[in-house]
């Protein structure tokens, strides 16, 4: 009886955490939203009104449909919830239509997905074992991951302000998380598999989950030593991965391999005509490589060892714009940025080979992909650092290690989402709830851990400080200076090369950390 009044008494947190967090977005409706908005209004006048055969051909609107079938056929079902509240946002013509009913149709729709993401945080709150019988529910590793998860700055201001589907997507991915955590290794599979054809962009973390499932699901036994039993290969759980990936993949491509339509597609979901950056730069290593050969041009031409006639004008004072020539550093090309991510991957990837540590190595090597790919990628949006932030979130609760890492990369990269909202009503928005989340996990990680190492260094805490007057100079003192005029991208180049310094810190601690780790006999015995 008293395991049932603990259940019921856990149900009951995780419900208000949920419910408090749902009335939160709904607060955030009259906010400003993006491009994405109308990104999202025309792909569901697009899926309602035309045939199969048109979806990805059709290009009224600038923001032609550019996510894989799965996402358009989502797109297909909520039109025709959409309808019901405003059948002039079906129009293909009506660009940037807003009405008060398409707004809150569009806004709920995200609120509403957001189920499935709740769903996948409990169960991921069930993986997490609780080693430290605490008294205070407030202190137990499950209740700070449903904090951490369910009220994550970044995925707030991004969905709910910025407006994008992320929650549902990433509902999916954790769901898949958790079920390989409960060795329930074909769902997970599945799940991903999914996920994949709602948004290619989980393909960062595919070589994770692949080798994960071929070393503890297609292998079935393990020597004393830790290391691979080759004979215990089952051919038929490698059949079964296939039949789940060919399935999926031929429930999502089918349709336009028929029509002939596959490269169209393709076309749409890999635009290499895209810049390297994003038109603000990502904080990753081509945001210090950008700002360097800025640094050296600027050198060159005040120590006369550049001819100033021969440099483009527009990368000197347009800043960070879509197509970027470097002057003094050789340019970048997409294959260059594949192979670098490529060698970035590679080690975490051996390592969840050769070192298996169960759920935790697969959650280290996912996070480091998802890291890799952010750093070296092509056309790297900033969201995208959510897809390190939000699995790292799972192993911060449970080792002091993981907990300093999660600080600094959840600190700087969501600090980097601020330029994302650059309206003057959403300034107290997001420094206060960024606030309340940075001092949320601060404090509560901390108190997890008091008995540890603190899980900072004096440098490393003397780096996040900083952050505070580099908030206030691009928000309230530059806007004064003159240089507003002449240098409008100073403010962006500023905070992209800032949080770089500090994501950059984060994933090589964070490979340190793996590479480093010895294995115990009792993981070997796993």
Same mark, same amino acid.
Not at 288 to 306: Q, R, S
Not at 407 to 428: A, K, M, N, Q, V
């Given at each position: 009886?008293?395991?049932?009044?603990?259940?019921?008494?856990?149900?009951?947190?995780?419900?208000?955490?949920?419910?408090?967090?749902?009335?939160?977005?709904?607060?955030?409706?009259?906010?400003?939203?993006?491009?994405?908005?109308?990104?999202?209004?025309?792909?569901?006048?697009?899926?309602?009104?035309?045939?199969?055969?048109?979806?990805?051909?059709?290009?009224?609107?600038?923001? =032609?449909?550019?996510?894989?079938?799965?996402?358009?056929?989502?797109?297909?079902?909520?039109?025709?919830?959409?309808? &019901?509240?405003?059948?002039?946002?079906?129009?293909?013509?009506?660009?940037? &239509?807003?009405?008060?009913?398409?707004?809150?149709?569009?806004?709920?729709?995200?609120?509403?997905?957001?189920?499935?993401?709740?769903?996948?945080?409990?169960?991921?709150?069930?993986?997490?074992?609780?080693?430290?019988?605490?008294?205070?529910?407030?202190?137990?590793?499950?209740?700070?991951?449903?904090?951490?998860?369910?009220?994550?700055?970044?995925?707030?201001?991004?969905?709910?302000?910025?407006?994008?589907?992320?929650?549902?997507?990433?509902?999916?991915?954790?769901?898949?998380?958790?079920?390989?955590?409960?060795?329930?290794?074909?769902?997970?599979?599945?799940?991903?598999?999914?996920?994949?054809?709602?948004?290619?962009? &989980?393909?960062?973390?595919?070589?994770?989950?692949?080798?994960?499932?071929?070393?503890?699901?297609?292998?079935?036994?393990?020597?004393?030593?830790?290391?691979?039993?080759?004979?215990?290969?089952?051919?038929?759980?490698?059949?079964?991965?296939?039949?789940?990936?060919?399935?999926?993949?031929?429930?999502?491509?089918?349709?336009?391999?028929?029509?002939?339509?596959?490269?169209?597609?393709?076309?749409?979901?890999?635009?290499?005509?895209?810049?390297?950056?994003?038109?603000?730069?990502?904080?990753?290593?081509?945001?210090?490589?950008?700002?360097?050969?800025?640094?050296?041009?600027?050198?060159?031409?005040?120590?006369?060892?550049?001819?100033?006639?021969?440099?483009?004008?527009?990368?000197? =004072?347009?800043?960070?714009?879509?197509?970027?020539?470097?002057?003094?550093?050789?340019?970048?090309?997409?294959?260059?940025?594949?192979?670098?991510?490529?060698?970035?991957?590679?080690?975490?990837?051996?390592?969840?080979?050769?070192?298996?540590?169960?759920?935790?190595?697969?959650?280290?090597?996912?996070?480091?992909?998802?890291?890799?790919?952010?750093?070296?990628?092509?056309?790297?949006?900033?969201?995208?650092?959510?897809?390190?932030?939000?699995?790292?979130?799972?192993?911060?609760?449970?080792?002091?290690?993981?907990?300093?890492?999660?600080?600094?990369?959840? =600190?700087?990269?969501?600090?980097?989402?601020?330029?994302?909202?650059?309206?003057?009503?959403?300034?107290?928005?997001?420094?206060?709830?960024?606030?309340?989340? =940075?001092?949320?996990?601060?404090?509560?990680?901390?108190?997890?851990?008091?008995?540890?190492?603190?899980?900072?260094?004096?440098?490393?805490?003397?780096?996040?400080?900083?952050?505070?007057?580099?908030?206030?100079?691009?928000?309230?003192?530059?806007?004064?200076?003159?240089?507003?005029?002449?240098?409008?991208?100073?403010?962006?180049?500023?905070?992209?090369?800032?949080?770089?310094?500090?994501?950059?810190?984060?994933?090589?601690?964070?490979?340190?950390?793996?590479?480093?780790?010895?294995?115990?006999?009792?993981?070997?015995?796993?």
């Amino acid at each position: 009886s008293a395991r049932r009044v603990m259940a019921a008494g856990g149900r009951s947190w995780f419900r208000a955490l949920a419910l408090g967090v749902s009335f939160l977005k709904c607060l955030l409706i009259p906010a400003y939203y993006s491009t994405d908005f109308e990104v999202h209004r025309n792909w569901l006048a697009i899926t309602h009104n035309l045939p199969l055969s048109q979806w990805y051909y059709e290009a009224t609107s600038e923001w =032609t449909l550019d996510y894989p079938p799965f996402f358009a056929w989502f797109e297909y079902a909520l039109s025709h919830v959409a309808k &019901y509240f405003d059948p002039k946002m079906l129009v293909i013509e009506n660009l940037n &239509y807003t009405s008060r009913a398409t707004i809150l149709f569009q806004r709920f729709s995200v609120i509403f997905t957001d189920i499935l993401f709740i769903y996948a945080v409990r169960e991921c709150c069930r993986c997490v074992n609780g080693k430290r019988a605490a008294k205070d529910i407030l202190e137990k590793p499950t209740f700070i991951l449903a904090v951490l998860l369910l009220w994550n700055f970044g995925l707030l201001i991004v969905d709910h302000i910025h407006f994008q589907y992320n929650g549902f997507l990433f509902g999916l991915m954790l769901l898949s998380v958790a079920r390989l955590c409960q060795k329930r290794y074909l769902e997970g599979a599945l799940l991903f598999a999914v996920l994949l054809h709602f948004k290619h962009i &989980y393909m960062y973390v595919a070589p994770a989950y692949g080798i994960y499932l071929l070393r503890s699901y297609c292998f079935t036994a393990n020597n004393a030593d830790g290391s691979l039993k080759w004979r215990s290969f089952s051919l038929l759980h490698v059949t079964l991965l296939g039949l789940i990936v060919c399935l999926v993949s031929a429930l999502s491509l089918g349709p336009f391999i028929v029509l002939g339509q596959l490269p169209q597609v393709l076309s749409r979901l890999f635009p290499f005509k895209r810049g390297l950056c994003h038109a603000y730069w990502a904080p990753n290593f081509w945001a210090l490589y950008n700002a360097m050969d800025k640094a050296l041009t600027v050198f060159g031409l005040k120590c006369n060892f550049l001819d100033p006639t021969k440099i483009p004008k527009a990368s000197m =004072t347009g800043g960070l714009v879509q197509e970027f020539q470097h002057t003094v550093l050789p340019s970048v090309t997409p294959l260059a940025t594949l192979i670098c991510t490529f060698i970035s991957i590679l080690p975490s990837v051996f390592c969840l080979w050769f070192k298996p540590q169960g759920p935790r190595g697969f959650l280290q090597c996912l996070v480091l992909c998802a890291l890799s790919s952010f750093m070296f990628g092509w056309h790297v949006h900033e969201k995208a650092i959510l897809l390190a932030i939000l699995p790292l979130s799972l192993l911060s609760v449970q080792r002091a290690k993981d907990a300093g890492i999660y600080l600094i990369l959840t =600190t700087t990269g969501h600090f980097s989402l601020f330029p994302l909202l650059f309206t003057s009503p959403e300034l107290p928005i997001k420094i206060l709830l960024m606030l309340l989340f =940075t001092v949320y996990s601060f404090s509560s990680l901390k108190s997890l851990f008091r008995r540890e190492r603190p899980l900072l260094t004096w440098l490393e805490t003397l780096y996040l400080v900083q952050l505070v007057p580099l908030e206030i100079f691009c928000e309230i003192i530059f806007p004064l200076t003159p240089w507003k005029q002449h240098f409008p991208f100073i403010p962006l180049l500023l905070t992209s090369v800032y949080c770089a310094l500090g994501v950059t810190y984060a994933w090589l601690k964070l490979y340190v950390s793996v590479l480093t780790e010895r294995i115990s006999v009792r993981q070997k015995a796993e």
